[in-house]
């Protein structure tokens, strides 16, 4: 594939930036070496090849962008990642991971303001920025294993409160594991249990 077409696929595809490595980071303490963890909404597959690297756990990344699994497959190609073209958590069986972790689209758009293609449905968390994660939260649990965890990030802009009562009301408890402050936003990466 020639560089002008990289780099346009690059322009579909998000990138790692500051909310990948916190997120990357709180993972990889957390988890452990034999977990089965499923990263959804995986972009470029940066977290999802920093936890199979660091922690030795099979990773399966799924992302509902194809640009964004062709990046994934090939930056986790080393380190045995499995990717999946998948809308949240559909296809996967119930009870088969042990994590399952996210960065989903947070930042609150107005429709009005919303283009349609695939960097908008990466960065776009609808009027609320939460139109992502309430329908993951309310399918998340199906794919957990008994003692599953959830590794999520949120954003100030997105609530965070609101996420952990959203949470709350589909049988998780929140801890904050993490958390980073820019200018405009305050980034959390919040850890839900059963």
Do not use: K
């Amino acid at each position: 594939m020639d560089l002008a077409n990289r780099r346009g696929l690059e322009t579909d595809v998000y990138q790692p930036a500051e909310d990948s490595a916190l997120l990357a980071d709180a993972a990889c303490d957390r988890l452990e070496e034999d977990a089965l963890v499923l990263e959804v909404g995986t972009g470029s597959g940066y977290v999802a090849d920093r936890l199979a690297t660091e922690t030795g756990a099979r990773v399966v990344a799924s992302d509902v962008n194809p640009h964004a699994c062709g990046q994934a497959r090939e930056r986790g190609a080393d380190a045995g990642v499995e990717v999946v073209r998948a809308d949240l958590v559909s296809p996967f069986v119930d009870g088969s991971f042990d994590a399952v972790v996210f960065n989903p689209p947070y930042l609150p758009t107005d429709a009005d303001a919303e283009w349609d293609d695939w960097m908008e449905r990466a960065l776009s968390g609808g009027e609320s920025g939460r139109e992502v994660i309430d329908p993951f939260l309310e399918t998340v649990g199906r794919v957990l294993a008994p003692d599953g965890v959830v590794l999520l990030l949120v954003s100030s802009l997105t609530g965070v409160e609101e996420v952990v009562e959203t949470a709350g009301e589909e049988g998780f408890s929140a801890v904050a594991l993490a958390d980073e402050s820019f200018p405009f936003e305050t980034l959390t990466v919040l850890e839900l249990v059963r």
